[in-house]
């Protein structure tokens, strides 16, 4: 298990040992000279204990607190070359009549687009549909979906 030692003061959020959620407290303070283990390199956060106890922050914070380069093996994995945008693939459907356009058939298969949103607990993705955005929560014990209705949008058929 590797070890690293802060080069300077950092504060990070302490987390619950069960499910990995920031706890409702202040930032924790921890000191030049402390030694983590366990360190995980998230999305944009590290995961690291100290004391024993889970904690979390942001990841350019701890690498600028570690006041080294880190060694190849310490390196956090690369981030896959995400796009911004995910494609949801489409549901399957009876075959379109020949008399269907190319334009519509092109227009069918357009999916949704996924754009990240910025959150400190969760991974957050939403799309824009007619009517309102969905929304993608993903947390340690699952994710949801739901629909986030626009107030503006006129439902008359």
Known sequence: MATFELAKTIEARKLNPR???PLPEPPATI???AVL???EWLDDRARF???GEPYQCEEEVLREALGRELSAKEEPPAPA???ETEPVPEPARPAAPETETRQGVERQ?????WEKVPSDR???RRASIPGGWLVWVEAESG???TFLPDPGHDWAV
Do not use: I, M, N
């Open 37 to 39: 283990t366990e360190v």
């Open 109 to 113: 298969r357009e999916a949704l687009t």
């Open 122 to 124: 969760f991974r957050v």
């Open 31 to 33: 000191p030049y000279g």
């Open 49 to 51: 204990h100290y004391l």
């Open 19 to 21: 499910s990995k959620l």
């Open 143 to 145: 994710a949801a979906v």
């Open 81 to 83: 070359a995400e796009p």
